[in-house]
C-alpha cells in the first residue's frame, strides 16, 4: 500500500521518524511514504543467518558496522527519501568508529542486502538494486528465497546469479569475506 502525500505536502525524513515512532513502518521515496509489512519467517531466518555470517567477519576485524532493515539510509533530500536494505554493510571509511549516528545514516553502505519478500515483483527488486548501486554501494546481494539464488550486482558490470553450489563474495566492498551461498539459506548451518 502507498500513501502519497500533496506535492505541497511531502514528508521529510525527519516525519518519517516521527511515524515510526507511532508504529507506522516503512520507506520514503522523493517524500511520498511506501509502507512495508513483516515479510515472514523465511525472510527474516536469512537475514539472521547471512548476518551472523557478516557480523562474524566484521566485527573482529573492526572493518565497520551492519545494520538491519529498521535503521534506514537517507539518500535524497528534498524531497527526501529514505530506503531500508535488508543489510547494510559500512565500512569505517564511511561510518568512522566511534560515530552515533541517532537518526538515518546519510552515506550509502559499501554492501547492501536486499532479500525478495513474497510481494516484491522482479523488476522493483531490479531496480531497486540499481538504485543503490546509484548512490554509491560497491556492491549488491539480492537473495532470492524461492530459488535459493543470489543475484550480485556492481556497478559498470552485467548481474550475475549465484546458486547454492556458488560462494559470496565481499569483493572490493567487504575484501576477504566469503560464505557458500547454501549457508545463507540452510538456519541449522
Keep these: 500500500m502507498t500513501t502519497t502525500a500533496t506535492k505541497t505536502n511531502l514528508l521529510t ?6 511515524l515510526y515512532s507511532q508504529g507506522v513502518r516503512g520507506e520514503l521515496i522523493r517524500g511520498e ?8 519467517r523465511e525472510h527474516g531466518e536469512i537475514v539472521v543467518s547471512l548476518s551472523a555470517e557478516l557480523r562474524n567477519y566484521v566485527k573482529p576485524r573492526r572493518l565497520g558496522i551492519l545494520t538491519a532493515s529498521d535503521s534506514g539510509v537517507w539518500l535524497e533530500r528534498d524531497p527526501d527519501t529514505v530506503r531500508e536494505p535488508d543489510i547494510a554493510y559500512f565500512s569505517a571509511e564511511r ?13 550509502a553502505p559499501d554492501l547492501v542486502v536486499e532479500v525478495v519478500s513474497p510481494n516484491d515483483s522482479p523488476r522493483e527488486v531490479n531496480d531497486k538494486a540499481f ?5 554509491g554501494a560497491r556492491l549488491v546481494w539480492v537473495v ?6 543470489v543475484d550480485v550486482y556492481r556497478g559498470g558490470r552485467a548481474v550475475s546469479t549465484l546458486t547454492e553450489d556458488d560462494t559470496l563474495d565481499g569483493l572490493d566492498a567487504l575484501p576477504g569475506f566469503t ?7 540452510d538456519a541449522w548451518s
Design 13 to 18: 525524513a525527519d516525519d518519517l521518524l516521527r
Design 33 to 40: 511514504l511506501h509502507r512495508t509489512m513483516p515479510t515472514g
Design 95 to 107: 561510518a568512522p568508529p566511534g560515530e552515533r549516528v541517532t537518526g538515518y545514516a546519510e552515506v
Design 131 to 135: 538504485m543503490w548501486l546509484s548512490y
Design 144 to 149: 532470492h528465497p524461492d530459488t535459493r539464488a
Design 179 to 185: 560464505c557458500p551461498v547454501r549457508d545463507v539459506f
